[in-house]
């Protein structure tokens, strides 16, 4: 095994150690100095800048937001190494789109940055994928599209990942979802009764090994007619 | 930060007390490091069929209901492919349903180990939103609550990883100064496990008389036992062998997959949101951050010890400068009054109805507070659009995004690694699936 070099960030980073923010103003504090720097890039990109309780806030245009995240993540002026989290924000107005929301940190620079993309509802909720930036997208675009049905193009294992994949009863962080499900409870008692308790692997779990071969006889034989697995 | 090395030597290099060739890692000490041969050609290559194995979700080894399933080529993992959800119970969309104040109670729940802890992250993430500012004795008493918590958290992963990996001795000793610390945080708010401690804008209740002496009594006494932890496993050859050069993340992996807190710290990487997006005033406590060279579980390990130790360094100092005063802030719209006044004061009456049926409201807007959990980067975001409820509440969970590493870190390892390496990563599921 080689040894490998201590990447220093964070802490031991130049400049005077940060304090704690106090008396942080509503609007109007001062903006990331990334977020000039990102207006001067993509000039067409950067829809506005806003900065809420000091936190900046860039809105980018849903088509550019990879190539963004792209330019934040090598740039050596920004080295936004490290994708915090993905997730989105539906409004209870219905008139508002929903907004895909990264949170990104520079460790070297100390810096904080929130991107966010607005989809319009009634199109489809797609966006690009920035799993092959950030590894850490992969669980957090697969939460993001359970929860919310968001479609992550380029992400290479889209499944649900909370929710069992045979749940069809919709995206349940959307407000038009009913806090108590979509079903009565006797309807979901029935339903969870109804599952096949054998059927435990999904069908690419059972293509990895021989295991196919070792189920019963006739569950191979309903799993060959096309019947899909549950957990 | 500190960096901490421990040399290790094994009485016969490769052989084991019988004269077999070991199948433990052979360790050798090349200038302040541990370094890993692996020993050549003891596990021959079947060339055997593929097996799949599940582990869980009922299993003891996992941690709560996590399922692994796994591919595996003889002993040796060759995927992992990780289940989870099996706990999940829609916090996020509960959040949205109630107030602010209300959502304390769901914190509890998630992180279960780190209940008092989540609760300060809330109360700062709220207070954010609120525009609000603490008082001098609340920061200090929210970094004893922190700094308990994750001393709770870390003595909870320290001896279900013994058991994981062999040695029961430990749990016992670690779970019996948890105990105590449960002790102390009944005596405070009158819960052990689900303590709902913060308010926004303050905490539940100011501590008891004569608390202090016992967290006094608490730090002098706690760092006996570490030490008695730290003689029977640091340099044990079994938990050596069990632990170093498994599961490795490099830096640059670790950084990218979006490690945080102890798992990240162990690769190399010194990021502690205490230290560099501080809060609560933490950069006016001295304390150090431990950083690890291997990236490996055995590094995870001196990493969360070395915090044990720090924690105990700031509950001291915190200790020592707790000032007297206030702790909740003066505003009627947002702090209940005093139960005293409710009951006889028609002005304070109101404002105990108006705070609990209509709850405080905060301006447009969103903040995401991040604060270092025993598990890493724990951050609350929460959108208001005005109202008493917010939009959305989103937790970011540390041990989701460490969760998501696991296939990397368990591939090529043997079956019997996985049950370290999980047991390394520090999980707790329900804040995984919340």
Not at chain 1, 87 to 102: F, L, M, N, Q, S
Not at chain 2, 7 to 35: C, Y
Not at chain 2, 128 to 137: N, P, Y
Not at chain 2, 360 to 384: C, D, F, Q, W
């Amino acid at each position: 095994m080689s040894r490998f070099e201590v990447v220093k960030t964070g802490s031991s980073a130049s400049g005077a150690p940060p304090t704690t923010q106090k008396n942080v103003p509503h609007r109007n504090g001062e903006p990331n100095p990334s977020a000039r720097a990102l207006q001067e890039k993509f000039p067409s990109a950067i829809e506005r800048v806003e900065v809420v309780w000091g936190e900046t806030v860039v809105f980018v245009d849903a088509w550019s937001v990879h190539e963004v995240i792209r330019w934040l993540h090598d740039d050596e002026s920004q080295r936004y190494d490290f994708l915090s989290d993905v997730t989105a924000v539906e409004y209870r107005d219905a008139e508002v789109p929903i907004e895909v929301v990264w949170h990104l940190r520079s460790l070297p620079f100390r810096r904080f940055l929130r991107i966010k993309a607005q989809l319009q509802k009634g199109t489809a909720l797609e966006i690009e994928s920035v799993y092959d930036i950030y590894r850490s997208a992969d669980w957090l675009e697969r939460e993001c599209f359970d929860m919310f049905g968001i479609r992550f193009r380029g992400h290479p294992d889209l499944r649900r990942i909370l929710m069992w994949e045979q749940y069809r009863e919709g995206y349940p962080l959307r407000k038009d979802f009913p806090l108590r499900g979509r079903f009565s409870r006797s309807e979901q008692l029935r339903q969870a009764l109804a599952q096949n308790p054998e059927a435990r692997y999904s069908m690419e779990e059972l293509s990895i090994a021989d295991a196919f071969a070792e189920l019963p006889e006739d569950m191979r034989e309903r799993l060959s007619k096309g019947e899909r697995t549950g957990e | 930060m500190t960096r901490r090395t421990v040399n290790v030597e094994l009485s016969t290099t490769g052989l084991d007390a019988q004269g077999r060739p070991q199948r433990v890692p052979i360790l050798t000490d090349d200038g302040g490091g541990l370094a890993l041969q692996a020993p050549p050609g003891i596990e021959p290559d079947l060339e055997g069929e593929h097996m799949l194995i599940n582990i869980g979700p009922q299993h003891p080894a996992t941690h709560g209901v996590l399922r692994l399933v796994l591919e595996l080529d003889g002993e040796t993992v060759v995927r992992c492919i990780p289940h989870i959800g099996y706990l999940h119970c829609g916090f996020e969309k509960i959040g949205e349903y109630r107030q602010y104040n209300q959502i304390i109670c769901w914190t509890d729940r998630e992180d279960y180990l780190n209940s008092i802890g989540n609760n300060v992250a809330f109360a700062l993430g709220a207070e954010r939103l609120f525009g609000i500012e603490i008082t001098e004795r609340c920061k200090v008493l929210r970094v004893i609550a922190s700094e308990l918590s994750r001393i709770m958290s870390h003595l909870v992963w320290l001896g279900t990883f013994c058991i994981d990996i062999g040695a029961f001795t430990p749990f016992l000793w670690a779970f019996q100064r948890r105990e105590e610390i449960y002790r102390l945080l009944e005596k405070w708010v009158g819960a052990r496990l689900t303590t709902s401690a913060t308010r926004v804008g303050g905490m539940a209740a100011d501590i008891p008389s004569g608390w202090m002496d016992g967290l006094r009594q608490f730090i002098r006494t706690f760092p006996h036992t570490l030490d008695e932890i730290d003689r029977v496993l640091t340099k044990n050859a079994i938990w050596v062998g069990r632990t170093v050069g498994l599961g490795v993340m490099t830096p640059e992996e670790a950084v990218n997959w979006g490690l945080s807190g102890p798992m990240l710290r162990a690769s190399g990487v010194d990021y502690d949101v205490r230290k560099d997006f501080p809060y609560l005033d933490y950069e006016t406590y001295d304390f150090d951050v431990p950083v690890g060279t291997n990236g490996d579980v055995y590094d995870r390990y001196l990493v969360r010890f070395e915090e044990l130790k720090q924690s105990v360094r700031i509950l001291q100092q915190a200790a020592d400068r707790l000032p007297d005063g206030p702790v909740n802030i003066d505003d009627p719209r947002i702090i209940l009054p005093p139960k005293s006044k409710a009951t006889s004061e028609m002005e304070s009456m109101i404002h105990h109805f108006k705070v609990v049926m209509e709850g405080p409201r905060p301006p447009i807007g969103e903040s995401y507070v991040a604060v270092e959990s025993p598990k890493g980067e724990k951050g609350y975001y929460m959108v208001s659009d005005g109202t008493a409820k917010p939009v959305r509440w989103r937790i970011r969970p540390p041990s989701f995004v460490n969760l998501a590493a696991i296939p990397k870190m368990v591939e090529g390892h043997l079956l019997s690694d996985v049950i370290a390496i999980n047991a390394s990563i520090d999980i707790v599921m329900g804040e995984i699936d919340r």
